[in-house]
């Protein structure tokens, strides 16, 4: 199965899976590599970078809250060359696209930033985050400079909240998808009593950005990528079933990593071809080392010793 | 990185604010030291969303003991699911007599594995309770360890000796605000030593981990020449070689 994941005129993204983890849950790519068979998604989408470093925030980053978490990390990054120096090998070797998640401030530093990118064979496109606050005339801005300097496909995150015009205005500057959307932003009250901005995760999300999805999805020129809060199969469906090419799996990733491959997998279309006599935990978590156990007795002679 | 299954087997109460779990065993779990935590879920539900950091006090051939505050429940034969291991073990030096552990308005719970190790090896330990630590009753622990306590002004008997007569030392601090914290252990120990030399203070950080292994970078920590992460290269950081402006 190919799924076109954007209709960027200048080079198209397809992947074989339309499930990828959300930018800023899922590292660099390999930092899950010990839980999460990687080959099992559509895409990774790396954590947010920025044209230049960034620090870590000072203030206090995670807010647990009783159906969710508020996190506030400050996108702390070394820079977009760094990023990709320390993993141009890594991405090289991705058996899926890699997508690297762009945070840019102004069309110069877009133009720039998709200069940098296009000189990396490793990075099969880019996500570009558009701040909140932002006008439509900015966001567009930036997109019309990445679009204008570089060739590579481009996606941009829209900020929670934002309407089909100005998804329109994005797609029509050049975008060749939209993900809609980022994790709304909140406020709360961390352990010593200040109060915390920050983004917020959890599974009250997605019926928020499900109807978004609906209503955007039927309108717009581009593919529509759902993400927040799935927490499951079912609820990556119900984005499919709205209209998303494809979705976006975030925080559940960091309380049950292994529910992403399963996502991927569900939505891969590995279920409906499972043959006949295969092992439970190929398809479902928490069933033990079932799989991996077999394939070591199997290379192992009947009295326990290894064949090579 | 592993996901295992474990089983609680026992459920201690170890004193007024604690209690100990008593998990089942598993090879990996003998593979942790003393810094090493793991990130735990009991039961199916989200509840709490994020996994909890389990810090380790004992591990053995019949499992592993955590501790974890009394205001959670937990019944024996309940499954938890765990990822470990999360960090990166204590760095002691080679020549080891003498460890002094302090726990400034927090509970020692992270501290405390490093204790068996250490006494097995004939190393002395002393445990320094400041402020609200002080709460913490010890009689569960080795009778082997000096138990002092201390006020919220860093101040403790015999601080300037217990000091200059150890080797390295590990301060855990207030999770709600370790930069500000460790930032006034820095200035105390430079009040009280001449130099601190490299590998003697370490800042033991306890940030919650929403992912616990790089992904996230939510427990980032300014070092000097860049960051670092407490679950994947902490959660000690030798505090000459961080960035505590």
């Not at chain 1, 009783?66 to 141009?88: C, D, Q, Y």
């Not at chain 2, 030096?93 to 004939?122: D, K, S």
């Amino acid at each position: 199965m190919t799924i076109l994941l954007t209709n960027s005129a200048k080079g198209a993204l397809s992947i074989n899976t339309p499930v990828m983890p959300a930018a800023g849950v899922f590292g660099y790519g390999d930092e899950y590599r010990a839980l999460i068979q990687v080959e099992k998604l559509g895409a990774v989408v790396t954590n947010p970078v920025t044209y230049s470093p960034w620090s870590p925030t000072a203030s206090t980053r995670v807010i647990p809250l009783p159906a969710g978490v508020l996190v506030h990390t400050g996108l702390p990054n070394p820079g977009l060359s760094k990023v990709i120096s320390a993993h141009r090998n890594l991405w090289s070797r991705m058996p899926v696209p890699v997508i690297v998640h762009l945070v840019v401030g102004s069309p110069n530093e877009a133009a720039r930033g998709a200069e940098r990118v296009d000189e990396e064979d490793s990075i099969a496109g880019v996500e570009m985050g558009i701040a909140d606050d932002i006008d439509v005339k900015d966001a567009a801005d930036q997109v019309r400079a990445f679009v204008k300097a570089g060739e590579k496909p481009l996606i941009v995150r829209l900020p929670f909240g934002a309407t089909a015009d100005f998804a329109e205005a994005l797609i029509d500057a050049g975008a060749g998808a939209v993900v809609l959307c980022a994790p709304p932003r909140g406020t709360a009250r961390d352990a010593s009593g200040r109060l915390v901005s920050g983004r917020l995760y959890g599974g009250l999300i997605k019926p928020l950005v499900l109807r978004l999805v609906g209503q955007m999805a039927r309108r717009l020129k581009a593919p529509v990528i759902g993400a927040g809060g799935i927490m499951n199969p079912q609820d990556a469906r119900d984005y499919l079933e709205a209209g998303a090419v494809a979705v976006q799996v975030d925080a559940v990733t960091w309380t049950n990593p292994k529910m992403l491959e399963v996502i991927a997998r569900d939505l891969g279309g590995l279920v409906v071809t499972q043959p006949m006599g295969a092992l439970p935990d190929e398809w479902y978590p928490g069933m033990g080392d079932t799989e991996r156990m077999k394939r070591v007795s199997d290379a192992e002679t009947p009295d326990g010793e290894r064949r090579d | 990185m592993k996901t295992l299954i474990l089983n609680i087997e026992r459920v201690r109460r170890v004193n007024e604010t604690h209690q100990h779990v008593y998990l089942s065993y598993d090879p990996m779990l003998l593979n942790l030291k003393a810094g090493q935590s793991l990130l735990a879920r009991v039961g199916e539900v989200n509840d709490p969303f994020l996994r909890e950091v389990w810090h380790p006090v004992q591990v053995s051939k019949s499992g592993a003991v955590v501790e974890r505050p009394v205001t959670s429940l937990y019944l024996p034969s309940t499954p938890v699911e765990v990822i470990g291991m999360i960090g990166q073990p204590f760095r002691y030096r080679r020549t080891l007599r003498a460890v002094l552990l302090i726990a400034y308005e927090t509970p020692p719970t992270a501290l405390l594995m490093a204790i068996p190790a250490l006494l097995a090896n004939q190393v002395a330990v002393t445990l320094v309770l400041l402020g609200s630590a002080a709460a913490y009753r010890t009689e569960h622990l080795p009778p082997e360890v000096e138990v002092i306590a201390g006020d919220a002004d860093f101040n403790w008997s015999n601080r300037v000796t217990t000091v200059g007569w150890a080797d390295q030392v590990f301060v855990a601090v207030n999770p709600a605000d370790e930069m500000t914290c460790f930032r006034k252990v820095w200035r105390i120990f430079n009040d009280i030593r001449a130099d601190i030399p490299k590998a003697y203070l370490f800042g033991v950080f306890q940030p919650i981990m929403p992912c616990g292994v790089g992904a996230c970078a939510a427990c980032t920590v300014k070092i000097k020449g860049g960051t670092a992460l407490a679950c994947t290269q902490g959660p000690a950081f030798d505090l000459t070689e961080m960035n505590l402006s």
